[in-house]
């Protein structure tokens, strides 16, 4: 393997390439028009061209990004995540090209895709799982007797979902049958796909996955796990290892289960087993993620193992270099995603040019990142600009840290979630470690956030605006000048 292309865009496309030339290998970047000049491009040795932005006709189009494979000879892809990272049918087309996919085979992908597969597939590995259904649920009159003998409330889910999507809580037996039916519809039209199936709605639960490291020679390890309970509408904003509830037992049973349920698919490259965990600290498992993870970085920190590095290593058929025994978590890291959406105002999309984009920096501060001053934020992808990524010697030192590096972040031209993250990181259940996945249902308000910040918003949408009436009044000089230069000039 010499030459890797990074089949996506933004601070995982410049994260792999980063790795890809640390190794010594060559990296292609790909592009849609609109990212032109972004970071990934400029970092890369070469890159292509995808041409128009939709997602269809450039980073989610197979056939222009084997095309790109093939013109610049690159022998293998990391497709990042997103995009086309959990496409089964990538993964095969990738390999029948005769090029190696970065990531694991296509039909652990596949089982892995479908909620209920992946339930079929781990039975009789000693799981624990959410007590609920097992296939999809088609007769309603069955269908409302099982949600019953569960006990409302209860979750119907789409065995297709993904991102947060496809999921209804039903809280009681009336109002089962027609939640059941849009609950289809609706998975239908999202996913292709109306299976639906019936989970024990578990109330105040915490999000804990493991991260799980698997070579092709039948080994495979865990690195421990992540804290992610701190969500927006079923979506991670805050990440941290190691979780704050986890015990020295839980953790060896959590990481065994993952490590399980990774050899139940077959599965190789590095992968994330997510669990739910109940207020008892039981825990059931809920997916496997067969993609590098948005938040990796946190155990990229707490262990010292660069996972893209690893994820190569493995793809080239090394076995990995270490065993279980040799792993071990240090210190404590958090995650804060910082997105162009506004914490003021419903967290709408924010589009834009970033007038002013300035990091942090500092020893223990990572700033994976997509983005420059002066790059318009596309509203075709995912609005993530970056994340802020902070490393402690235990976790309140951590939150310090990430006071102090969101206040060193300065971002003008679009709204950012960055208050948001100060926000969080000083509320008093985030800091006792005391909360569930309902944080910012049952915490955050617009009040919540600092007086200073509200003033900032104020002068930041002044200063965009400002801005904007300035670049059209030097575009209306250019636009009517030439002649009227020429003639000064002559004249003198
Ligand atoms: P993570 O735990 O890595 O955040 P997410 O489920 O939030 O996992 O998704 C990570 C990325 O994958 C995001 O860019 C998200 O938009 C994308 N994604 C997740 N599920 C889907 C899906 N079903 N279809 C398209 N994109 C998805
Ligand atoms: P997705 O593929 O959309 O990521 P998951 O099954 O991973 O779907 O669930 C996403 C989130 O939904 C979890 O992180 C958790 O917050 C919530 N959730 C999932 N299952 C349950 C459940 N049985 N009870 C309560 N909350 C749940
Ligand atoms: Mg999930």
Not at 65 to 90: C, K, M, Q, V, W
């Amino acid at each position: 393997m010499q030459k890797i292309l990074v089949a996506n865009r933004g601070e995982i496309a410049v994260r792999v390439i980063q790795s890809v030339r640390r190794m010594g290998l060559r990296s292609v970047a790909v592009y849609s028009d609109v990212d032109r000049s972004a970071p990934h491009v400029l970092l890369a040795d070469e890159s292509v061209c995808l041409g128009d932005p939709a997602p269809a006709a450039s980073y989610l189009n197979i056939e222009k990004i084997l095309a790109a494979a093939r013109t610049t000879g690159a022998d293998a892809i990391h497709p990042g995540y997103g995009f086309l990272s959990e496409n089964a049918n990538f993964a095969r087309a990738v390999a029948e090209a005769g090029l190696t996919f970065i990531g694991p085979p296509p039909e652990a992908i596949e089982i892995m895709g479908s909620k209920l597969a992946a339930k079929d597939a781990v039975r009789g590995y000693d799981i624990p799982m959410v007590p609920g259904t097992d296939t999809a649920l088609t007769d309603p009159e069955e269908a409302l007797d099982i949600a019953r003998n569960l006990g409302f409330p209860v979750l119907v889910k789409a065995s297709a979902g993904g991102g947060g999507k496809g999921m209804r809580i039903v809280n009681q037996p009336g109002e089962f049958t027609a939640q059941l039916e849009r609950a289809r519809s609706e998975a239908m039209n999202a996913f292709g796909d109306d299976a639906v199936f019936v989970e024990k709605y578990i109330g105040s639960p915490r999000h804990i996955e493991v991260q799980i490291l698997a070579d092709q020679h039948g080994h495979c390890v865990h690195l421990f796990e992540r804290e992610c309970s701190v969500q927006r509408r079923h979506q991670k904003v805050v990440e941290e290892a190691p979780s704050p509830v986890v015990h020295a037992a839980m953790r060896q049973a959590i990481g065994a289960a993952a490590v399980r349920v990774a050899q139940a698919c077959g599965y190789t490259g590095a992968g994330t087993v997510e669990f739910i965990v109940d207020e008892a600290l039981n825990f059931y498992f809920l997916e496997m993620n067969t993609r590098l993870q948005v938040e990796h970085p946190v155990t990229e920190l707490t262990t010292g193992i660069d996972l893209v590095e690893q994820q190569i290593r493995v793809a080239r058929g090394e076995p990995l270099a270490f065993g279980q025994e040799d792993l071990s978590q240090r210190g404590h890291a958090i995650e804060l995603r910082i997105y162009a959406e506004d914490p003021f105002d419903d967290f709408l999309p924010s589009i834009g040019t970033l007038i002013r984009f300035q990091v942090p920096e500092g020893p223990d501060i990572r700033v994976d990142n997509g983005y420059r001053e002066g790059m318009e934020v596309p509203l075709h992808y995912d609005p993530l600009l970056a994340k802020l990524i902070v490393f402690g010697a235990d976790r309140s030192d951590a939150i310090s840290r990430m006071i102090e590096a969101i206040d060193q972040f300065h971002v003008q031209g679009v709204q950012t979630t960055l208050p948001f993250g100060r926000f969080v990181m000083c509320s008093k259940p985030f800091r006792s470690g005391q909360f569930d996945t309902h944080f910012v249902r049952d915490h955050f308000t617009v009040g919540a956030l600092r007086p200073d910040d509200h003033e900032a918003r104020v002068a930041a949408q002044i200063a965009a605006m400002l801005q904007h009436q300035h670049e059209k009044t030097v575009k209306l000089h250019r636009h009517v000048s030439p002649g009227w230069m020429a003639r000064g000039r002559g004249d003198g």
